[in-house]
Nanobody, 116 residues
Framework: QVQLVESGGGLVQPGGSLTLSCAASGLAFSTYAMGWWRQAPGKARESVAFIDRSGSATNYRDSVKGRFTITRDNAKNTVYLQMDDLKPDDTAVYYC?????????WGQGTQVTVSS
């Protein structure tokens, strides 16, 4: 079955960095666009970053532009989110999503907490 497993979350001070990973299995990874989403307590889930199937096109929500970088390694079936200059507002559960047409799969999420 399809599995997306996120890792790399944790507690970090404001201004710090974290790198999230999402390892995929059970799907033809290179045929799926990948995205990172997040959900803070009491808020709706929101898109953070997107990368196309080849890794040649990316986009980001405005609040993370210049601070977050999404990349993928199709040979390792893994997508990454490098997060720099983290802010308390970045605190959330981060999820990866694989999508191809109307098909989508979600991971279970990893907690990121930015606090001093």
């Amino acid at each position: 079955q399809v599995q997306l497993v996120e890792s790399g979350g944790g507690l970090v001070q404001p201004g710090g960095s974290l790198t999230l990973s999402c390892a995929a299995s059970g799907l033809a990874f290179s045929t799926y666009a990948m995205g990172w989403w997040r959900q803070a307590p009491g808020k709706a889930r929101e898109s953070v970053a997107f990368i196309d199937r080849s890794g040649s096109a990316t986009n980001y929500r405005d609040s993370v532009k210049g601070r977050f970088t999404i990349t993928r390694d199709n040979a390792k079936n893994t997508v990454y989110l490098q997060m720099d200059d983290l802010k308390p507002d970045d605190t959330a559960v981060y999820y990866c999503k694989a999508s191809s047409g109307f098909i989508e799969y979600w991971g279970q999420g990893t907690q990121v907490t930015v606090s001093s």
